[in-house]
Nanobody
Framework: QLQLVESGGGSVQAGGSLTLSCAAS????????MAWFRQGPGKEREFVAG????????HYEDSVKGRFTISRDIPKKTVHLQMKSLKPEDTAVYLC?????????????????WGQGTQVTVSS
């Protein structure tokens, strides 16, 4: 079992920055691939960034490449999403997710554990 709690969301102007954090509780954090998804108003949940169990491999959705950075601190059981050059289209609820079976997946259905999400609002 893994419990995930996100923090760090807020409201910023376009071009601004935010860093989201996901704190995990439970055993064997290092056995889980982690990811951030987001869900905008009236939109489906979409993959944003993922990181492998060891933290050595990362993946990004095309629209955030070069602007967002995912990282994990295994001893502290946390995952971070550093977001720069934010755009109004980045506005969404951002959710942290974990899976220990499918590896570095882009598919929300393949993640077993989810946080409740944190709201990010970017104004123009």
């Amino acid at each position: 079992q893994l419990q995930l709690v996100e923090s760090g969301g807020g409201s910023v102007q376009a071009g601004g920055s935010l860093t989201l954090s996901c704190a995990a509780s439970g055993r064997a954090f290092s056995s889980y691939s982690m990811a951030w998804f987001r869900q905008g108003p009236g939109k489906e949940r979409e993959f944003v960034a993922g990181i492998s169990k060891s933290g050595s491999i990362t993946h990004y959705e095309d629209s955030v490449k070069g602007r967002f950075t995912i990282s994990r601190d295994i001893p502290k059981k946390t995952v971070h999403l550093q977001m720069k050059s934010l755009k109004p289209e980045d506005t969404a609820v951002y959710l942290c997710a974990a899976n220990n079976f499918y590896g570095d997946s882009f598919l929300a259905d393949e993640y077993d554990y989810w946080g409740q999400g944190t709201q990010v609002t970017v104004s123009s």
